[in-house]
Protein backbone atom coordinates (compact mmCIF):
# COMPACT_ATOMS: atom_id res chain seq x y z
CA UNK A 1 0.00 0.00 0.00
CA UNK A 2 2.81 2.57 0.95
CA UNK A 3 6.11 2.45 -0.92
CA UNK A 4 9.44 1.11 0.67
CA UNK A 5 7.15 -0.80 3.80
CA UNK A 6 7.44 -3.65 2.65
CA UNK A 7 4.84 -5.50 0.91
CA UNK A 8 1.22 -5.48 1.25
CA UNK A 9 -1.81 -5.12 -1.21
CA UNK A 10 -5.60 -5.33 -0.38
CA UNK A 11 -8.26 -6.53 -2.59
CA UNK A 12 -11.60 -5.82 -2.80
CA UNK A 13 -14.33 -7.81 -4.93
CA UNK A 14 -17.94 -7.20 -4.08
CA UNK A 15 -18.76 -9.27 -0.61
CA UNK A 16 -15.43 -10.21 -0.86
CA UNK A 17 -11.48 -9.21 0.77
CA UNK A 18 -8.45 -10.82 0.31
CA UNK A 19 -4.94 -9.19 2.18
CA UNK A 20 -1.71 -10.43 0.54
CA UNK A 21 0.69 -10.05 3.01
CA UNK A 22 1.33 -7.35 5.77
CA UNK A 23 3.86 -5.52 5.09
CA UNK A 24 6.99 -4.21 7.14
CA UNK A 25 5.70 -2.15 9.40
CA UNK A 26 4.29 -3.12 13.33
CA UNK A 27 1.73 -0.30 12.67
CA UNK A 28 -0.24 -1.49 9.56
CA UNK A 29 -0.11 1.18 7.05
CA UNK A 30 -3.67 -0.08 5.94
CA UNK A 31 -5.22 -0.38 9.63
CA UNK A 32 -7.34 2.50 9.33
CA UNK A 33 -9.08 1.05 6.20
CA UNK A 34 -9.58 -2.77 7.24
CA UNK A 35 -10.43 -2.19 10.62
CA UNK A 36 -13.89 -0.46 9.34
CA UNK A 37 -14.02 -4.06 7.46
CA UNK A 38 -16.44 -6.92 8.59
CA UNK A 39 -14.40 -9.22 7.57
CA UNK A 40 -11.08 -10.20 5.75
CA UNK A 41 -12.06 -13.36 3.54
CA UNK A 42 -8.54 -14.32 2.81
CA UNK A 43 -5.12 -13.55 3.72
CA UNK A 44 -2.47 -14.82 1.43
CA UNK A 45 1.48 -14.95 3.18
CA UNK A 46 3.72 -15.48 0.28
CA UNK A 47 6.86 -15.59 2.29
CA UNK A 48 7.76 -15.60 5.71
CA UNK A 49 9.90 -12.60 5.96
CA UNK A 50 10.63 -8.98 7.70
CA UNK A 51 9.44 -7.13 4.34
CA UNK A 52 5.71 -8.75 4.85
CA UNK A 53 5.24 -9.97 8.13
CA UNK A 54 5.08 -7.77 10.91
CA UNK A 55 1.97 -5.75 9.89
CA UNK A 56 -0.02 -9.29 9.97
CA UNK A 57 1.48 -10.74 13.33
CA UNK A 58 0.46 -6.72 14.90
CA UNK A 59 -3.30 -8.01 13.44
CA UNK A 60 -3.25 -11.22 14.71
CA UNK A 61 -1.77 -10.33 18.21
CA UNK A 62 -4.36 -7.64 18.71
CA UNK A 63 -7.24 -9.98 17.90
CA UNK A 64 -6.08 -12.37 19.89
CA UNK A 65 -5.53 -9.98 22.84
CA UNK A 66 -9.46 -8.33 22.13
CA UNK A 67 -10.97 -11.50 21.70
CA UNK A 68 -9.54 -13.28 25.21
CA UNK A 69 -11.05 -10.32 26.88
CA UNK A 70 -14.64 -10.77 24.88
CA UNK A 71 -14.68 -7.83 23.06
CA UNK A 72 -17.31 -7.60 20.66
CA UNK A 73 -15.50 -5.16 18.84
CA UNK A 74 -12.62 -7.38 17.75
CA UNK A 75 -12.66 -6.59 13.92
CA UNK A 76 -12.28 -7.58 11.00
CA UNK A 77 -12.83 -11.56 11.52
CA UNK A 78 -10.27 -13.42 8.99
CA UNK A 79 -11.85 -16.45 7.04
CA UNK A 80 -8.32 -18.19 6.70
CA UNK A 81 -4.80 -17.94 5.61
CA UNK A 82 -2.77 -18.94 2.62
CA UNK A 83 0.79 -19.84 4.03
CA UNK A 84 3.53 -21.21 2.48
CA UNK A 85 4.63 -23.44 4.63
CA UNK A 86 7.48 -25.36 2.89
CA UNK A 87 9.61 -21.90 3.17
CA UNK A 88 8.53 -21.64 6.71
CA UNK A 89 10.17 -25.16 7.44
CA UNK A 90 13.59 -24.38 5.30
CA UNK A 91 13.65 -21.16 7.65
CA UNK A 92 13.58 -23.04 10.60
CA UNK A 93 16.72 -25.47 10.10
CA UNK A 94 18.83 -22.69 9.35
CA UNK A 95 17.67 -20.83 12.31
CA UNK A 96 17.78 -23.48 14.21
CA UNK A 97 21.26 -24.01 14.32
CA UNK A 98 22.30 -20.59 15.06
CA UNK A 99 22.65 -19.83 18.56
CA UNK A 100 19.94 -17.63 20.30
CA UNK A 101 20.99 -14.02 21.63
CA UNK A 102 20.75 -12.69 24.28
CA UNK A 103 20.32 -9.26 23.67
CA UNK A 104 16.59 -8.09 23.52
CA UNK A 105 16.43 -5.73 20.87
CA UNK A 106 17.47 -8.94 18.20
CA UNK A 107 14.25 -10.25 16.59
CA UNK A 108 14.30 -13.99 16.15
CA UNK A 109 11.78 -14.95 12.91
CA UNK A 110 11.78 -18.17 14.62
CA UNK A 111 9.74 -17.23 17.10
CA UNK A 112 7.92 -14.64 15.51
CA UNK A 113 6.61 -17.30 13.09
CA UNK A 114 5.75 -19.46 16.18
CA UNK A 115 4.02 -16.79 17.76
CA UNK A 116 2.20 -15.78 14.52
CA UNK A 117 0.89 -19.52 14.05
CA UNK A 118 0.15 -20.15 18.05
CA UNK A 119 -1.91 -16.90 17.33
CA UNK A 120 -3.79 -18.41 14.30
CA UNK A 121 -4.85 -21.11 16.21
CA UNK A 122 -5.96 -19.54 19.40
CA UNK A 123 -8.27 -17.55 17.21
CA UNK A 124 -9.55 -20.78 15.66
CA UNK A 125 -8.92 -19.56 11.67
CA UNK A 126 -8.16 -21.86 9.01
CA UNK A 127 -4.94 -22.25 7.52
CA UNK A 128 -4.58 -24.03 3.95
CA UNK A 129 -0.83 -24.61 2.14
CA UNK A 130 -0.14 -22.40 -0.66
CA UNK A 131 1.54 -24.57 -3.01
CA UNK A 132 1.41 -25.27 -6.63
CA UNK A 133 -0.45 -28.48 -7.14
CA UNK A 134 -0.66 -29.90 -10.19
CA UNK A 135 -2.06 -33.35 -11.72
CA UNK A 136 -0.06 -36.32 -12.19
CA UNK A 137 -0.05 -36.77 -15.81
CA UNK A 138 -0.47 -33.22 -16.76
CA UNK A 139 1.44 -29.75 -16.04
CA UNK A 140 -1.57 -27.67 -15.96
CA UNK A 141 -1.80 -25.99 -12.80
CA UNK A 142 -5.20 -26.51 -10.42
CA UNK A 143 -6.08 -23.12 -9.50
CA UNK A 144 -7.25 -22.27 -5.51
CA UNK A 145 -11.21 -21.43 -5.83
CA UNK A 146 -11.24 -18.32 -3.28
CA UNK A 147 -14.55 -16.68 -4.20
CA UNK A 148 -17.37 -18.08 -6.44
CA UNK A 149 -20.79 -16.07 -7.07
CA UNK A 150 -23.72 -16.53 -9.27
CA UNK A 151 -23.95 -13.43 -11.94
CA UNK A 152 -20.85 -12.02 -10.57
CA UNK A 153 -17.88 -14.61 -11.27
CA UNK A 154 -15.11 -16.06 -9.71
CA UNK A 155 -11.76 -15.44 -8.05
CA UNK A 156 -8.84 -17.93 -8.63
CA UNK A 157 -5.82 -17.97 -6.86
CA UNK A 158 -2.91 -19.87 -9.46
CA UNK A 159 0.27 -20.83 -6.84
CA UNK A 160 3.21 -20.46 -9.17
CA UNK A 161 5.71 -21.22 -6.60
CA UNK A 162 6.72 -23.37 -4.07
CA UNK A 163 5.38 -26.95 -6.17
CA UNK A 164 5.17 -30.32 -4.37
CA UNK A 165 8.49 -31.66 -3.94
CA UNK A 166 8.82 -35.68 -5.35
CA UNK A 167 11.84 -37.16 -4.58
CA UNK A 168 13.11 -36.18 -8.00
CA UNK A 169 13.36 -32.93 -7.46
CA UNK A 170 14.89 -33.30 -3.67
CA UNK A 171 18.14 -34.89 -5.49
CA UNK A 172 18.36 -31.91 -8.22
CA UNK A 173 18.47 -29.74 -5.18
CA UNK A 174 20.89 -31.73 -3.14
CA UNK A 175 23.31 -32.15 -6.25
CA UNK A 176 22.73 -28.02 -7.19
CA UNK A 177 23.50 -27.13 -3.31
CA UNK A 178 26.99 -29.18 -3.27
Known sequence: ??????????????????????????????????RGLQNIDACILTHFDYDVFPGLQTILHRKTILSSSNDPLCKP??????????????????????????????????????????????LNINTFNLIKHTTSNKQNIEPISLYKKIAFGSLDLYVLHPTTFTTDDDKLIASLQK
Open 77 to 122: DIGAFFLNHTQRTKIQSIHTSKSSSTNKLVVNLNENIDEFLHNIKQ
Open 1 to 34: LYGQQGEASLFGVRGFVVLVNGGFSRIPSYWNLI
